[in-house]
């Protein structure tokens, strides 16, 4: 596998862009075939944008931060690096796809789709945001919504949905199971059997009619979307 360094740009001026809603980090990779200096002349508009979009900058401490990581490739012959990094991040972040941010120059691109390639082919998942220059707004606008959505990943890995008694017979297509749903979104399924939510609101014994059945439905749907506002 070819050795690749991490090169921290120097500033330049910002760009104005949106900011985006969530924190993220920018890891950057280069080739030790290339000059540092002129990697660093040649990006830094792009990170740049990237700060004034809430990007931070990090080197390979920030791989195990509690932020989402990009990698920004900054020339080609880093594949490998940037599979490393994806590696490294599952260990901190199971479940988190791989972003990767590249740009027209150094073979940026073609390095990147050959990561992303070879990591669709080992089962993980990734996105490729191409920035076609430091004023790709459009491109800053697809970095931002993928940072958010593994964010709302994130959030709803750590979450849990309660499912009050169990599905009715004809959702024959619409009931998938507790491991389809943390395999795929990544919450946990509570059940909660309806006898105990009707036992914790009227007694074990309590003889329940139209009534007070309605009014332990109308709370379990309340209880049931403020869990899942949480």
Not at 69 to 90: I, M, Y
Not at 114 to 143: M, T
Not at 172 to 180: I, L, R
């Amino acid at each position: 596998m070819e050795s690749s360094t991490t090169v921290t740009p120097t500033p330049a001026p910002s760009v104005a862009v949106m900011p985006a809603t969530e924190s993220f980090t920018v890891v950057p990779v280069a080739s030790p075939l290339h000059d540092p200096h002129v990697v660093r002349d040649l990006v830094a508009p792009y990170v740049a944008a990237i700060e004034r979009l809430g990007g931070d900058l990090g080197d390979d401490r920030a791989i195990d931060g509690p932020d989402p990581v990009a990698v920004l490739v900054l020339t080609g012959g880093t594949e490998g690096r940037v599979l490393d990094t994806w590696r490294r991040r599952q260990q901190r972040a199971p479940g988190d796809p791989l972003l990767v941010i590249a740009h027209p120059g150094q073979n940026s691109l073609p390095a990147a789709l050959e990561a992303v390639a070879r990591l669709h082919q080992d089962g993980g998942r990734g996105r490729i945001c191409y920035l076609g220059g430091p004023d790709d707004h459009d491109g800053l606008d697809a970095l931002a919504a993928l940072v958010a959505d593994v964010a709302a990943r994130r959030r709803l890995a750590s979450s849990r949905i309660g499912l009050i008694g169990d599905p009715s017979d004809w959702l024959v297509a619409s009931s998938p199971d507790a491991a389809t749903v943390a395999r795929s979104w990544g919450p946990t399924v509570v059940h909660v059997p309806i006898a105990d939510l009707l036992a914790g609101l009227y007694g074990a014994a309590a003889s329940l009619d139209c009534e007070q059945a309605a009014d332990a439905t109308v709370i379990a749907l309340r209880i049931a979307a403020d869990g899942a506002a949480r």
